[in-house]
């Protein structure tokens, strides 16, 4: 015979409690947390990627559409009618490997940017680890760069330009890009949540920062005397840096890499920590 006292001790053996509480100070990340929740992760991934082609009229072609047209306009504008040199390659082809990784960052940044908001009802209802919300629109943003690569690839066919023999670094300027969306999307996201206005000041942000990085233009007419502040800018790395592991020119100088992939690290270890750090706070104000 069991009595009633002897039942909930079984019970809560059987049933283990999880208590959530409030995080303190500057907290560790949770890897292993990150990892049971990787089906959630994927979830989100997946929903970010159906949401962005749900009910559009011509599906993943935007992702072919939206670079191609502003491949156009830089063609146009700044290659035909201001002159811009671009290192003696097909002004589409260098427009629009400047193009890719730049939307790669700039789409995961403002999506990131905004997660937490466009997310309350999942933050405030249930526990997950909350480092998966801005980092789901980043990674969702590969499948576009992925198709919108396959347009690169026939741009090069069409004007006779073969892959170079520094493709194999091709790999590292995309992972390049990917750290430094998540480092600044995990500051927006955590400032948004807070000051709502950080919403406006990201497309600003956005529109300086392609200013200052080599789209539409070569990193080789930055004057040197500029160079170690330009250095300062991880997407020009990334940007001249993608451009000569396709193309061939504009190699980027071991200095400028250096300083871009330090940064990009710097960005990446700060936001995380600071978004830990703000997370206590969010399902609150949010």
Do not use: H
């Not at 959630?40 to 047209?69: C, E, H, M, N, T």
């Not at 504008?77 to 390659?89: L, S, V």
């Not at 995309?174 to 000041?201: K, P, Q, S």
Request: with cysteine; glycine share 8%.
């Amino acid at each position: 015979m069991i009595v009633k006292g002897e039942m909930a001790a079984v019970d809560q053996k059987s049933s283990p409690m999880t208590i959530i509480q409030p995080s303190k100070g500057w907290i560790r990340i949770n890897f292993l947390e990150i990892w049971r929740y990787r089906e959630l992760f994927y979830f989100l991934v997946w929903r970010d990627i159906k949401v962005r082609y749900k009910q559009s009229l011509i599906g993943a072609g935007w992702a072919i559409l939206q670079p191609l047209l502003t491949m156009i306009v830089f063609t146009i504008f700044f290659g035909n009618w201001a002159g811009i040199p671009t290192d003696e390659i097909a002004k589409p082809v260098f427009y629009f490997a400047g193009i890719l990784p730049w939307q790669l960052f700039q789409s995961g940044v403002s999506k990131a940017g905004a997660s937490m908001v466009a997310n309350r009802n999942l933050i405030t209802k249930v526990y997950f680890p909350r480092l998966t919300v801005p980092i789901a629109p980043i990674i969702a943003g590969l499948v576009d760069f992925a198709i919108a690569c396959l347009v690169l690839i026939a741009l090069m066919i069409y004007y006779g330009i073969g892959p170079t023999s520094a493709l194999w670094a091709l790999p590292i300027f995309i992972i390049m890009a990917l750290i430094t969306a998540i480092g600044v999307g995990m500051w927006l996201a955590a400032l948004n949540v807070t000051y709502r206005d950080i919403g406006y000041v990201i497309p600003f942000l956005l529109q300086l920062w392609f200013f200052l990085s080599p789209v539409v233009y070569s990193s080789s007419i930055v004057p040197d005397l500029f160079k170690p502040f330009y250095a300062l800018n991880p997407m020009a790395g990334v940007v001249s840096g993608f451009r000569w592991a396709i193309l061939g020119v504009g190699q980027p100088e071991a200095g400028t890499l250096i300083a871009s992939f330090g940064i990009s690290l710097i960005l990446l270890v700060s936001g995380i920590f600071y978004f830990r750090r703000m997370e206590r706070t969010f399902a609150d104000v949010v």
